[in-house]
Structure formats: structure tokens, C-alpha cells
């Protein structure tokens, strides 16, 4: 047997570390620690074309689905509830890579009730990302929102659409580089594009965002604050 076979592992027992005892090591087969994984149907269906599942981090247990055309869905305790969360459709573009694509609950959702979402407005294609917040019933948004980034988009494809809070608090927004095949127009390598980007903001502080200092190029070089209309 080689040590290779072995995983040491330490034992941190609290009764031995209270007591102001030794810590002991035990010695464990790396096959007994192989993970067992599989697939557990949650809904089978209901669902209009679901791009992307979260929780809101809040302790309720919920499952959110966003639905690309433009609705977010709540799991509760295995049942899909009938009324969305949210409804977004006459304000979205759907179809192909459109719709509402993004949705990111706020690390202090339990207490502020805000979230973002990601989508392509429908009145000109134009990407969005903007923040909502839950009405007085917990399985209930409010509509209306406050747009904190609008970014043109030359094409109907590329859209990116994933954002999400970082450890650090601040959100982080995916953006496609545009569309068409191949970026035509260079906005990937175009620093003073924001197509074919990750942003990084923080939603916390200034109008409608601030810009973290530690940000490449906040302070030159490229686009510093990402704001478009």
C-alpha cells in the first residue's frame, strides 16, 4: 500500500479541543470518500423554455427558474406555484438568443428584498440590467425597476446573460460581444466597448451604480464606467 492510497485527514474532535487535548489523525481510504452523485427531478413540467435556477439565499428553501420569455417561476416545496414571481413579458424581446436571460438575488436579499435581473428590452434589442424589488408577499416581485445599465446591441444573437454578486459584494454582468459570427466589428478587444465584457459594479452606492476602484481600468486605459443608454 502506498501513501498515495491514503488521504490523511485531521480529526478535530470538540470535546478533545475544548478539553485542551490533542488533536489526532486519522487515516482514511480515498475510495471511501468518493462523492455519490445523481440527478433528482424537481419539475417535470409547466415550464416555458428555463435558461437558469437560483435561490434567493434567504433561508425559504425557493427555487426561482427564469424562463427566457420573460417570466420567473418559484418552486415551492416541489410544486411549481401557478402566478410567477415576476412577469417581464411586454417589456422583453424574445426568441433565438433574446429574452430575459439573468437573475441575481442581492447577498442582502432576506433583508433589502432587492435582485437584478438580465434582459433584452423589446422595443430596440437593447440589453438591460436592471434592479427589482419583492412586493409585500414573498412569492410576489414589484414591476417596476430601476435601470442601472442599457447597452445597445448591433445583433439579435451573443447576448451573454448571466450576472451574479460576487464574495465581494459587487455584481458581476456577462455581456456577449454583440453577435453576428466571428465580433465583425472587434468589440471583444475594443476596450471602450462594453460587448464581450465581464462588469464588475457595485449596486450599493452612487447613481445608478459606482464603479469599484479596483476595477482594470477604472482609472484608464479603457472604458471606466460602463455607463450607456
Not at 445523481?38 to 415550464?47: Q, T
Not at 435582485?115 to 422595443?123: A, E, G, K, L
Not at 458581476?172 to 475594443?190: K, T
Request: glycine letters at 16%; proline letters at 7%.
Amino acid at each position: 500500500m502506498t501513501l498515495r492510497r491514503w488521504l490523511f485527514v485531521v480529526w478535530l474532535g470538540v470535546g478533545w479541543l475544548c478539553a485542551g487535548g490533542s488533536v489526532g489523525l486519522n487515516l482514511v481510504r480515498a475510495e471511501q470518500l468518493s462523492p455519490s452523485i445523481a440527478l433528482e427531478p424537481i419539475v417535470s413540467d409547466g415550464l416555458r423554455n428555463p435558461v437558469y435556477v437560483t435561490h434567493a439565499g434567504d433561508g425559504s428553501g425557493r427555487l426561482f427558474v427564469v424562463e427566457q420569455p420573460g417570466r420567473i417561476r418559484i418552486v415551492k416545496q416541489g410544486r411549481l406555484l401557478d402566478v410567477p414571481f415576476l412577469d417581464l413579458t411586454d417589456r422583453i424581446r424574445y426568441g433565438g438568443e433574446q429574452g430575459l436571460l439573468g437573475l441575481a438575488f442581492h447577498p442582502a436579499y432576506k433583508q433589502n428584498g432587492r435582485f437584478v435581473v438580465n434582459y433584452v428590452r423589446r422595443s430596440d434589442g437593447s440589453t438591460v440590467i436592471a434592479e427589482l424589488q419583492v412586493s409585500s408577499d414573498p412569492d410576489r416581485s414589484q414591476t417596476a425597476e430601476k435601470q442601472l445599465l442599457v447597452v445597445a446591441q448591433p445583433y439579435p444573437n451573443h447576448k451573454g446573460g448571466m450576472v451574479e454578486f460576487g464574495p465581494d459584494g459587487f455584481l458581476y454582468i456577462a455581456l456577449g460581444d454583440g453577435g453576428s459570427g466571428g465580433d465583425p466589428g472587434n468589440r471583444g478587444q475594443n476596450r471602450n466597448e462594453l460587448l464581450g465584457k465581464l462588469l464588475r459594479i457595485d449596486v450599493d452606492h452612487g447613481t445608478p451604480y459606482a464603479v469599484p476602484r479596483d476595477n482594470p481600468f477604472a482609472s484608464g486605459g479603457g472604458r471606466p464606467s460602463g455607463r450607456a443608454g
